[in-house]
């Protein structure tokens, strides 16, 4: 299954992500979750300059997260992606972190974004370009939540 998901996000938690109760707060989950975002999306060709020089945003309209395991300070962990749904204005996506000393899944999450005209503040339509290749990226990948 893993060699459908591309990683998107490699790191390591550090003693600061984590919380009282010793391991990584849900900020931090969150936090690397939207950084493995931008690079699905670069390669998706929504990249930082696409996203300037057209004036367009991507904006995350729902977000569901399962945690599974817990990972501590010292820990390095891995985001694997991929596409599940892709629409005119509308990519939905999934991330799955794992323990990448043992392969654990850590937590799994899928998010909804849509594209955005930041001078009208509404959804447009992506470029071909943009969603030839999110279509071509599209799996069957169920991610269980």
């Not at 670069?42 to 300037?52: E, K």
């Not at 850590?106 to 071909?128: I, K, M, N, Q």
Request: charged share 25%; proline share 3%; glycine share 6%.
């Amino acid at each position: 299954m893993a060699a459908e998901l591309e990683v998107t996000y490699q790191g390591t938690v550090y003693p600061w992500h984590c919380d009282h109760m010793g391991h990584m707060n849900v900020m931090w989950y969150v936090g690397k979750f939207d950084e493995a975002t931008w690079h699905l999306l670069a390669g998706l060709g929504i990249t930082p300059s696409y996203l300037r020089d057209r004036n367009r945003g991507m904006v995350a309209v729902d977000q569901r997260i399962s945690y599974r395991q817990e990972v501590r300070a010292g820990d390095l962990v891995v985001v694997r992606s991929a596409v599940l749904e892709v629409h005119s204005k509308v990519i939905r996506f999934v991330h799955r972190m794992e323990n990448a000393e043992t392969g654990e899944v850590v937590a799994v999450t899928v998010l909804t974004g849509v594209h955005l005209d930041r001078e009208t503040r509404r959804s447009c339509d992506l470029p071909e370009e943009q969603l030839a290749r999110a279509r071509k990226a599209l799996t069957d990948y169920d991610p269980g939540i």
